[in-house]
């Protein structure tokens, strides 16, 4: 199966209106930038993102936030993105808002087969409203289902024509977890080589994950909030 695509446009022309896509980063660290980019020049629209957060007003989610390309955002926070706190604050979007230890496990357990779990985070608050409760050996718990996508956007240091990808440092995120829990996943890496060129003990995504693969371009190291001491 030919896994290489040409670039992030040729990758994003697989994405229809109304997707559901998982996209990997914490911050601006390790966020698929080109397959972002692309899908903000696609113009595709009425998208559920599933990200632990939305980047900033102009970098990451936030370019698809301020196209109004996003129906529903699946998130842990809405913090450094006045965009998508205004959209949300004035209910333009909708936005459901996950703890972020449970926002890590539900995308596992969607790419493990689990239907569901119990955990104990967030019962008595209003992230349990609705849900079902249990109590298990006297301590309360929330039944939390899994998270799956149609697509997952990637982003990984190296990867080869089969898939296998290699995360650098903080990178390696939530783009694992997110690679196993869609129907197809799409990665950018800022190193494409051939079969064989990377150890097969630091692959951290196996190929068999991975749809499609290509080769990203003009990464740039942004910094996501800086602090200065004057003096």
Same mark, same amino acid.
Not at 1 to 4: E, F, L, P, S, V
Not at 6 to 12: C, G, H, I, N, S
């Given at each position: 199966?030919?896994?290489?695509l ?7 022309a ?48 936030? #370019?698809? #936030? ?21 959209q ?23 790419? !493990? ?14 992230? !349990? ?35 296998? #990808?290699?995360?650098?440092k903080?990178? +390696? ?7 196993? !829990?869609? +129907? ?22 196996p ?14 190291? +942004?910094?996501?909030? +800086? ?5």
């Open positions: 199966m030919q896994k290489i040409r670039d992030a446009d040729e990758a994003v697989l994405i229809s209106d109304g997707a559901t896509i998982m996209m990997g980063g914490f911050g601006l660290a390790g966020i698929p930038e080109n397959l972002v980019a692309a899908l903000q020049r696609r113009g595709t629209k009425d998208l559920t993102i599933i990200s632990n957060n939305a980047g900033t007003d102009d970098s990451g989610i936030g #370019l698809l #936030l301020r196209a109004r390309q996003v129906r529903k955002m699946i998130a842990t926070y809405v913090g450094e993105n006045k965009e998508f706190e205004r949300f604050l004035q209910k333009e979007i909708e936005v459901e808002l996950v703890p972020q230890g449970t926002f890590s496990e539900r995308i596992r357990a969607g790419g !493990a087969g689990i239907a569901a779990f119990f955990t104990p985070t967030g019962f008595g608050t209003l992230i !349990a409203e609705g849900k079902e409760t249990r109590t298990f050996d006297g301590r309360d718990y929330v039944l939390e289902r899994a998270l799956l996508a149609d697509f997952a956007f990637v982003k990984a240091w190296k990867g080869d024509a089969f898939g296998n #990808l290699a995360y650098r903080t990178a +390696r995120n939530f783009n694992p977890m997110m690679a196993t !829990a869609a +129907r197809c996943t799409i990665a950018e890496v800022e190193h494409l080589v051939e079969p064989g060129q990377i150890d097969p003990d630091v692959v951290h995504t190929g068999i994950f991975v749809k499609k693969i290509f080769q990203g371009r003009d990464y740039a190291k +942004r910094i996501e909030k +800086r602090t200065v001491r004057s003096g």
